[in-house]
């Protein structure tokens, strides 16, 4: 989660370089960069690998 307005889409942006697909959702006055989908959870735990040994934290791995 973050603030202000500008910090999402710089992370979203930062996140892309990386080879990401993040997507900005907004909660009232929070926003959440999030990264990628899936029905496999193989995938998510790869994905959750990939963004812990780019050093993002805090970290939710989720289906759907």
């Known amino acids: 989660a973050l603030r202000p307005d500008d910090a999402p889409p710089r992370t979203a942006r930062t996140l ?8 900005i959702v907004r909660r009232g006055q929070t926003y ?8 496999a959870v193989a ?3 790869s994905l959750e690998s ?3 040994e780019a050093n993002y934290r805090p970290l939710r ?3 759907k």
Request: glycine residues 12%; aromatic residues 12%.
């Open 32 to 39: 959440l960069v999030r990264v990628g989908k899936s029905d």
């Open 61 to 63: 791995v989720s289906g």
């Open 43 to 45: 995938e998510l735990w």
């Open 16 to 23: 892309r370089q990386q080879g990401f697909r993040p997507f």
């Open 50 to 52: 990939r963004l812990r």
